[in-house]
């Protein structure tokens, strides 16, 4: 059976008028779907029987199951979907006054190796398919009765390193006709894949790019980040230029600040010497503790003056707030169920 979250519009309506019905039953397939949250053929009460009959046989809504919640103290919210291969990933719903963000994996496991990230301690399992990184935002949607209004890219994996899946869910999640959410409330976040940056800039999707930057200068980025070896942040750079020339969009450069580590007056001088090379956004974050990775979180005297420096140079800085710590689901802490593979 085909996943439905799989099938762009076009070919749905390809497949319906092979079976003999009009084009407009695809939209009303994908309304049940996306805007009243019926996963269920049989349920769709205005298409023929029949149809829903062939439908169910052919077709399926969601693939995975929902095989562990966890709920912090701040309301953030964490899932744990098994796939039908026995493999699963963590996903997240972050609360906020007027907001819900859901933050997507699009890998099992992840290949990058951040050396303070729980994400690839056991390696790259395999990418996930466009609808099943969808899916996840349904089994956020159902288990939390929320509105999911922001989406970023930042669970477990690579992004662009599953590029044809990242695009295609990113295409149906901005879809008036699916999704619905502005591209502008989309991100997608990435170590930094010179070549790859560039080929999404040429996608004419409106969405923020994060890169996920954690050093200011390339020794010590190597170290932090293994995947970063073959490139360089100038050519990082380089590539976060060419994308907001052409889309317009300013570039988010995401920063964990590790004690003793990247968190040094030195740091903050290069940081800021960086990012007044690019139109962006430096988003700071205090490490989030992960059992086994041998970093401690900043002091907070040392995180303020970080972020005191970067103002004074004229950088844009955000210090962001660490979220539902309490149940391993904070930047940096999604893994695969306890840091072992789910088929244990």
């Not at 996963?39 to 829903?52: C, G, H, I, V």
């Given at each position: 059976?085909?996943?439905?979250?799989?099938?762009?519009?076009?070919?749905?309506?390809?497949?319906?008028?092979?079976?003999?019905?009009?084009?407009?039953?695809?939209?009303?397939?994908?309304?049940?779907?996306?805007?009243?949250?019926?996963?269920?053929?049989?349920?769709?009460?205005?298409?023929?029987?029949?149809?829903?009959?062939?439908?169910?046989?052919?077709?399926?809504?969601?693939?995975?199951?929902?095989?562990?919640?966890?709920?912090?103290?701040?309301?953030?919210?964490?899932?744990?979907?098994?796939?039908?291969?026995?493999?699963?990933?963590?996903?997240?719903?972050?609360?906020?006054?007027?907001?819900?963000?859901?933050?997507?994996?699009?890998?099992?496991?992840?290949?990058?190796?951040?050396?303070?990230?729980?994400?690839?301690?056991?390696?790259?399992?395999?990418?996930?398919?466009?609808?099943?990184?969808?899916?996840?935002?349904?089994?956020?949607?159902?288990?939390?009765?929320?509105?999911?209004?922001?989406v970023v890219l930042m669970g477990m994996g690579e992004p662009l390193l599953n590029y044809d899946a990242t695009v295609a869910a990113v295409r149906a999640l901005i879809d008036p006709a699916r999704g619905g959410i502005s591209a502008r409330r989309v991100t997608v976040?990435?170590?930094?894949?010179?070549?790859?940056?560039?080929?999404?800039?040429?996608?004419?999707?409106?969405?923020?790019?994060?890169?996920?930057?954690?050093?200011?200068?390339?020794?010590?980025?190597r170290q932090l980040v293994p995947a970063a070896r073959g490139v360089s942040i100038d050519a990082l750079l380089a590539a976060a230029s060419d994308f907001f020339a052409r889309r317009k969009r300013e570039i988010t450069l995401e920063y964990v600040l590790l004690g003793?580590?990247?968190?040094?007056?030195?740091?903050?001088?290069?940081?800021?010497?960086?990012?007044?090379?690019?139109?962006?956004?430096?988003?700071?974050?205090?490490?989030?503790?992960?059992?086994?990775?041998?970093?401690?979180?900043?002091?907070?005297?040392?995180?303020?003056?970080?972020?005191?420096?970067?103002?004074?140079?004229?950088?844009?800085?955000?210090?962001?707030?660490?979220?539902?710590?309490?149940?391993?689901?904070?930047?940096?802490?999604?893994?695969?169920?306890?840091?072992?593979?789910?088929?244990?």
């Open positions: 059976m085909r996943h439905l979250l799989d099938i762009p519009p076009a070919e749905l309506i390809e497949e319906l008028t092979a079976m003999g019905q009009p084009a407009y039953r695809a939209r009303q397939v994908l309304q049940w779907v996306w805007r009243r949250g019926v996963y269920d053929f049989a349920e769709m009460t205005n298409l023929p029987k029949s149809l829903r009959t062939e439908l169910g046989e052919r077709l399926v809504v969601l693939t995975g199951r929902v095989a562990d919640r966890r709920d912090a103290a701040d309301g953030v919210v964490k899932l744990l979907v098994e796939w039908p291969d026995g493999q699963a990933t963590e996903t997240v719903m972050i609360p906020a006054t007027r907001r819900r963000t859901a933050c997507l994996s699009t890998q099992v496991g992840c290949p990058v190796g951040c050396a303070f990230c729980a994400s690839g301690l056991e390696g790259l399992v395999r990418n996930l398919s466009a609808g099943e990184i969808l899916e996840q935002l349904f089994h956020l949607r159902s288990t939390t009765a929320s509105k999911i209004t922001h976040s990435t170590v930094g894949l010179p070549k790859q940056i560039r080929r999404l800039a040429g996608e004419d999707l409106p969405i923020t790019l994060a890169i996920s930057l954690h050093a200011p200068n390339d020794a010590l980025r003793g580590v990247n968190d040094t007056p030195a740091c903050a001088e290069q940081l800021a010497r960086l990012a007044r090379r690019v139109r962006c956004n430096v988003n700071l974050i205090r490490f989030n503790p992960v059992p086994g990775v041998p970093f401690v979180v900043p002091e907070e005297s040392a995180v303020r003056a970080f972020v005191d420096r970067l103002r004074r140079r004229g950088v844009n800085v955000q210090l962001r707030a660490s979220r539902g710590a309490d149940a391993e689901a904070a930047c940096g802490q999604l893994r695969r169920r306890d840091g072992k593979p789910v088929t244990e």
